[in-house]
């Protein structure tokens, strides 16, 4: 279900209330300035991929998120820019991607039917089912992750993350996942539990 606009209202509110009205200067000033940066080229044959979904509200974030991983890295990278089909009708948000991160993938939502058909559908037609409905917004980030992937590992970063240091447990992660088909992240919070996710370690280890 997509949130309402009472929804951001009363978010926004809240975070006035929390933050101060500076929050409203970050948000809406110092943020553009990302748009002034210095291009940033992402090499299509990079062994670092990174895949990012955006949306109307976040795109901007999007821009930092990856700016920030870029300079603390310093290392090239792949990107693939997920979206739900919204990004088809916007050029304009297109063209800034485009010209901030050169080399980076953005695709049109219509051009992944044929391959969500050849590839997901034969193995698991109820997902290619949810894909095709349009509503399940989350859904690029594990289908259309999988089709436009070019490695067999890759890092998917959420647009509200930045990146103050060399982002070590990430790109470790990265080295110690090879040859792996998946792993377990056990949550670092003690308030989580394994009750809270759909299966335990157990359960997983036992079907793979």
């Not at 409203?24 to 992402?42: D, F």
């Not at 859904?139 to 982002?167: A, C, E, H, M, R």
Request: charged share 20%.
């Amino acid at each position: 279900m997509k949130p309402t606009i009472l929804t951001f209202i009363k978010r926004g509110s809240e975070q006035i209330r929390k933050y101060g009205f500076q929050l409203l200067y970050w948000r809406y000033i110092y943020r553009q300035k990302i748009l002034k940066k210095l291009p940033i080229s992402c090499p299509p044959n990079s062994k670092l991929e990174i895949h990012l979904q955006i949306c109307r509200r976040d795109w901007l974030n999007g821009l930092w998120t990856l700016y920030s991983f870029s300079i603390y890295s310093s290392k090239p990278f792949r990107v693939v820019l997920l979206h739900d089909g919204w990004l088809d009708n916007t050029p304009n948000i297109t063209n800034i991607y485009k010209k901030q991160f050169p080399g980076i993938v953005i695709y049109q939502r219509n051009q992944l039917v044929d391959m969500v058909d050849d590839q997901i559908k034969c193995k698991s037609p109820s997902i290619a089912k949810l894909w095709r409905d349009g509503r399940y917004f989350t859904l690029p980030k594990i289908v259309d992750s999988f089709l436009l992937s070019l490695n067999d590992t890759y890092l998917q970063l959420d647009p509200d993350v930045l990146f103050f240091g060399y982002p070590q447990v990430l790109l470790e992660s990265l080295e110690n996942l090879k040859g792996l088909s998946g792993c377990w992240n056990l949550p670092q919070d003690k308030g989580h539990a394994d009750g809270l996710f759909c299966f335990t370690p157990d359960q997983v280890h036992d079907v793979c």
